[in-house]
């Protein structure tokens, strides 16, 4: 069901300095990057590796736009860190069924719109041992021209 870590994403005060760090230290380059104001983050995308099912593992890391965003609340009160883990899976819908079904609270009656055209919905950390988990499916690969 859930068949990959799609990502693991991380609060920083400063995308473009973050971003440096990570290029710097272990060489990394964005993938990809974006703003997505319904989450209320600036976001890069890391991709470090692919992985069996298909997709691909990423860091993410995320700016606040806001700070009573989630990311702005949570810098406020923590400081900069490891702020969510994501699952990937290729059926978010079911996977957030299957695991409300289990008495897990999933935040959203319907999957929003993630990073890359992703669907995704989190879950409550609360009822996952403190560590806010997400659940992503990919958007499907762009129609080519044949
Ligand atoms: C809050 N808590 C956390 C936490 N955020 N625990 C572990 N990890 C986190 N990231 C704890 C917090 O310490 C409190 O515990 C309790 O939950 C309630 O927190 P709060 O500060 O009062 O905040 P709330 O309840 O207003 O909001 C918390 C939730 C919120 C999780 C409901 O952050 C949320 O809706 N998150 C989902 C959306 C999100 O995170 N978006 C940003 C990433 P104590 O102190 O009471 O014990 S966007 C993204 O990942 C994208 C776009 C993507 O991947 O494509
Ligand atoms: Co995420």
């Not at 473009?16 to 976001?43: K, L, W």
């Not at 691909?56 to 900069?80: C, F, H, I, M």
Request: hydrophobic share 35%; net charge negative.
């Amino acid at each position: 069901m859930l068949t990959r870590i799609d990502h693991i994403g991380i609060a920083c005060f400063d995308l473009d300095r973050t971003v440096e760090f990570y290029r710097a230290t272990y060489g990394f380059e964005v993938f990809h990057s974006e703003v997505n104001e319904e989450q209320g983050v600036r976001e890069a995308m890391l991709k470090i590796n692919e992985t069996s099912d298909g997709g691909a593992s990423y860091l993410q890391l995320l700016e606040p736009t806001r700070e009573d965003s989630a990311v702005g609340k949570w810098l406020a009160k923590n400081g900069e860190g490891v702020h969510h883990i994501a699952f990937g899976t290729a059926d978010v819908d079911s996977a957030a069924g299957d695991i409300r079904s289990k008495g897990v609270r999933v935040l959203y009656d319907e999957p929003r719109i993630g990073s890359m055209g992703s669907r995704i919905t989190f879950l409550h950390p609360k009822d996952c041992h403190g560590v806010l988990t997400e659940l992503v499916t990919s958007a499907p690969p762009a129609p080519t021209d044949h």
